[in-house]
């Protein structure tokens, strides 16, 4: 009995081999792949150890499968493709390990080179989703230390980047902290480090120490003693060494692996002036040293970074085992992140907007989060788009169409205006006796209870010069009536006539100048019907025929900001 039970529970796996194969055949011009199938597999229960044993019967049975003609593939699939079971969707995002209701702690720490971008929003969205979820505190601690010379703090973000954070309605406990009110603190840790014998004052050159972690050799200020360590570190605070004179340096094990793990700098002596310190401080941490102390000392318990900082984790650990023994948060690192379809580079917006080039951060070539507000964008949009790409251990690639179509749910009931580009006047003969007379558009065609929108019309109108009328071809002035070479045919719409739709605007109504800031940066200039008026700054409405606006300011011109189609 016990044998025949074996032989049915092998057969079982065969058959799950077989149908994967099958599947995987049909997907590739049948021809299975045996690393896909393997993969599936693995996804409905196989174990690493059993991989040896089931190998020679899945090679066979690919073999099997590659002969068959495709038909044949296709018959024998649908007689076992119950047994192929159907990824399962996950909705939202995946647990937290180890989190507990009420216990989770996290925090965003940007940088501060300038405004956030829709690239940041992600990580802060994600955090904040979390902390909520778990009912726990994010804190927003600002990365304000000196970096280098082409990386540097922005003065204005400190105003940008929590504006832009409530914007998305993302909660963080008060105050703010800023790392550039912290340094004795991480000076105070810096010392405690010193007298554990695990950091040491540097005077090496960059070359010197680039061949000695080569080499992996310790260089020789290593090997002075603690009391003369702590010594040149009270002489670096004092101000004594110049910049590039000396550095903390960590003390780690030069056989490690990768050179760049090598007795890595804690910390530099940095010349430059600081936007909120000004020169009170000379010597400033490195990011890992200012992270080790502050997630300790915040009792952070989850951290989510990138990939690209897999090093730097494997620092900090070193750090807390040396500093805080009992600290271990949970740390996730995530891929990176790419929008398909727009090129973002906070370096180059920084660069851009003290030029001049750009209007401010809140240029729509920046996509900050200050200049998405500005075109109208919807915090839920952004949040709903970021919250679906989710976390994830290799890189995500998402179309910056996606983002469209989550904020068009969210817009897509604004009235609807006429908004006529770059306008030229045209006539039309024998039109019906209309001049001082009305016609009634709605507001928005799905939602008729709004109301109307009302133009004075008579035989002369405004189009864009980007309708060209043809010789002979029909055309339909919207709601109105339908003409051809310039000569008024008739009122009714009729699809038999296969008219070409085009908007309009009357000579005879007091328009409004409207200009329109585009994502690319120009200017469309043209005119817009009286109605505008009662918009709303801020107020998104859509113009017919041209795309999403928001109206950012009221004048003798009305200016607008391109959303989106």
């Avoid at 150890?49 to 003609?69: F, S």
């Avoid at 955090?127 to 909520?132: G, L, M, R, S």
């Avoid at 070539?365 to 075109?375: A, G, I, M, P, V």
Wanted: proline share 4%.
């Amino acid at each position: 009995m016990a044998e025949k039970k074996a032989i049915k529970k092998e057969a079982i796996k065969e058959d799950l081999m077989l149908a994967y194969a099958l599947q995987n055949a049909l997907l590739h011009d049948g021809k299975a792949r045996e690393g896909a199938v393997l993969s599936k597999l693995f996804q409905v229960g196989l174990k690493k150890k059993d991989i040896k044993n089931i190998m020679p019967i899945l090679k066979e049975t690919i073999r099997k499968v590659n002969r068959l003609r495709k038909e044949e593939q296709e018959k024998q699939f649908q007689t076992i493709k119950k047994l192929v079971k159907k990824p399962e969707k996950k909705e939202g995002l995946v647990a937290l390990p180890k989190a507990k209701k009420g216990k989770v702690v996290m925090r965003l720490a940007p940088f501060p080179s300038g405004a956030l971008h829709i690239g940041n929003a992600h990580s802060a969205i994600i955090n904040d989703y979390y902390t909520k979820f778990y009912k726990g505190k994010l804190f927003l601690v600002i990365d304000d230390t000196i970096g280098s010379a082409e990386k540097y703090v922005c003065k204005e973000a400190y105003r940008l980047i929590p504006k832009s954070l409530e914007w998305l309605k993302i909660k963080f406990e008060k105050p703010i902290i800023y790392k550039s009110d912290r340094l004795e603190i991480y000076y105070e840790y810096a010392e405690k480090l010193i007298r554990k014998g695990s950091a040491y004052v540097c005077f090496c050159s960059a070359e010197k120490l680039r061949k000695n972690r080569k080499e992996g050799r310790e260089c020789g200020c290593r090997q002075h003693p603690i009391p003369m360590q702590i010594d040149w570190w009270k002489r670096m605070l004092e101000g004594e060494f110049f910049a590039g004179q000396a550095v903390l340096r960590i003390k780690t094990n030069m056989q490690h692996p990768n050179p760049a793990f090598r007795d890595r700098v804690l910390f530099r002596i940095v010349d430059r002036k600081h936007p909120r310190t000004k020169n009170k401080y000379k010597v400033w941490p490195l990011l890992d040293f200012s992270w080790v102390i502050d997630d300790a000392l915040l009792d952070i318990t989850h951290i989510i970074r990138g990939k690209d900082l897999m090093m730097e984790t494997e620092m900090e650990r070193l750090i807390w085992k040396i500093l805080f023994p009992r600290y271990d948060p949970v740390i996730l690192h995530t891929g990176l992140i790419q929008l398909e379809g727009i090129k973002i580079s906070k370096s180059k917006s920084l660069k851009e907007v003290e030029s001049k080039k750009y209007i401010g951060w809140d240029d729509p070539r920046t996509w900050s989060l200050q200049s998405l507000e500005k075109r109208g964008f919807m915090p839920e949009a952004v949040r709903n788009f970021c919250l679906k790409l989710g976390i994830s251990d290799t890189e995500i690639k998402a179309p910056i169409d996606v983002l469209y179509a989550e904020n068009k749910k969210a817009i897509e009931k604004s009235n609807r205006y006429f908004f006529i580009k770059n306008p030229k006047k045209i006539k039309i003969k024998d039109a019906p006796k209309l001049h001082a007379l009305t016609v009634a558009i709605p507001l928005h065609p799905d939602y008729k209870k709004r109301g109307n929108r009302i133009l004075k019309v008579g035989n002369e109108f405004y189009i864009s010069e980007d309708d060209k009328i043809e010789k002979d071809k029909t055309y339909r002035l919207m709601y109105l009536f339908n003409f051809q070479n310039m000569q008024f045919l008739s009122t009714k719409l009729d699809k038999k006539l296969n008219a070409k739709h085009i908007h309009w605007l009357p000579t005879c109504e007091r328009l409004i100048k409207v200009s329109v800031v585009m994502p690319n940066g120009e200017i469309v200039r043209g005119l817009g019907e009286p109605t505008i008026r009662k918009l709303k700054v801020g107020e998104i409405c859509q113009f017919e025929r041209f795309g999403f606006c928001c109206l950012q300011k009221k004048g003798k011109e009305y200016k607008f900001w391109f959303t989106q189609k």
